[in-house]
């Protein structure tokens, strides 16, 4: 009996051992397992909140009611500009969610997004940052929670590919992956302090790898050439410093707006070099954005293609004090794009509007503080 049972064990251990150990599939033979579909419509709003950054000296019910207000406002926002029946559709957490957070924090900020996402009818999808690495948690408890949230679309198969959450949202005629895409929204982990383990004390800037632009190039083949695409991601990548030199420095004239009041973390760095935009732009990327960077939400058109960053949302770690008397010539620029003439803190939100199926869309960013007696409320159309 005893090698009997004895026998059964070494069968699980073995079985189990084999599943470990099995080796990543190749990305460009399972190109369906990272494609989501998602019902079009003209109009379809997609909400982007970014670095959140919920921490262990986070109140999560202060968090949550800024929240919130972000989410209701958004929604009265959509409904006044839109007409009724118009609602957030996609909200899109690109990255440092978390950092040094524990597991109650991951349990207690997806709940929330699940709760929202009953009461306003939308789906929502997350894409990790550099913090998101730095946790009291295993990295993988944060992707299975991902995983089998049911409003989240969230894929992460044991691939060829750097990082973790490298998917694709076809947005379709029916919803499903019977009709043809009609917008194509891509989520790329760029990267940074990339660990497996809980308190990993080693941190770095990342980029945007080549394979993971080919991945993209072969996704984006798979919907169809001609379908319209929107990418984000966490890190700014060497585009977004070369537009700023292009504008600061040489003179160019292309489309720029918003703040920028410090770096775009290590990018213009040769060693953080990405090709994506360089190649996705011959393949209809339309857009892509960004967070990481707390005092920038600075936007521009280059090469054809709208980069910028996202609004900082909330208020945990540092965020941008917008002056409107200020001398820095970089905080006046800004507040002369967005046309503000008073004090603000640089945080909110960011809302694309894809407005329909030949590429076009607006973009709104959010400025959203709290404040005694009435809060500051500023909607700015790029």
């Known amino acids: 009996m005893r090698k009997r049972i004895f026998c059964i064990v070494l069968a699980v251990i073995a079985a189990l051992t084999v599943a470990g150990c099995s080796k990543p599939i190749k990305s460009s033979e399972h190109l369906d397992d990272y494609v989501f579909t998602v019902k079009y419509h003209d109009n379809f ?3 982007q909140l970014t670095d959140i950054h919920w921490n262990v000296n986070t ?10 207000k972000v ?8 409904v006044a500009t839109q007409g009724s029946g118009a609602k957030i559709d996609l909200v899109e957490l690109t990255g440092d969610m978390f950092m040094l957070a524990n597991s109650y924090h991951v349990d207690t900020f997806i709940e929330y997004f699940e709760k929202k996402a009953e009461e306003y009818g939308f789906l929502y999808t997350a894409i990790w940052g550099n913090h998101d690495r730095h946790s009291l948690y295993n990295p993988n408890y944060l992707a299975d929670k991902f995983r089998k949230a049911p409003h989240c679309l969230y894929s992460e198969p044991n691939d060829d590919l750097y990082g973790r959450s490298n998917f694709v949202i076809n947005l379709t005629e029916d919803g499903s992956k019977d009709t043809k895409a009609v917008w194509m929204i891509a989520n790329l982990d760029s990267g940074a302090s990339f660990s497996e383990t809980e308190l990993s004390p080693f941190r770095d800037y990342d980029y945007i790898r080549p394979e993971q632009t080919e991945w993209w190039l072969k996704e984006h083949e798979l919907a169809g050439e001609d379908v319209p695409a929107i990418a984000y991601y966490h890190i700014p990548q060497d585009e977004n410093n070369k537009a700023w030199v292009d504008v600061t420095e040489n003179g160019a004239t292309y489309k720029n707006k918003f703040f920028k009041l410090e770096g775009f973390a290590d990018n213009g760095n040769e060693k953080y070099a990405s090709d994506f935009i360089d190649k996705a732009k011959d393949h209809n990327l339309k ?7 707390h005092n920038v939400d600075w936007t521009v058109e280059y090469e054809g293609v709208v980069i910028g960053l996202g609004v900082k949302t909330g208020n945990e770690l540092y965020f941008a004090h917008i002056d409107a008397n200020s001398e820095d010539e970089a905080m006046q620029a800004g507040l002369k794009s967005v046309g503000i003439n008073e004090n603000f ?11 329909g199926k030949d590429g076009s869309f607006d973009l709104e960013h959010l400025y959203y503080n709290e404040v005694p007696g009435g809060d500051f409320v500023k909607w700015v159309k790029w």
């Open 287 to 293: 857009a892509a954005f960004m967070g990481h960077a």
């Open 59 to 68: 109140s999560t019910t202060a968090s949550k009611q800024y929240l919130d």
């Open 71 to 78: 989410l209701e406002e958004t929604a009265k926002h959509i």
């Open 345 to 355: 803190d640089l945080i909110g939100a960011s809302l694309v509007t894809l407005t």
């Open 45 to 47: 709003n997609i909400l």
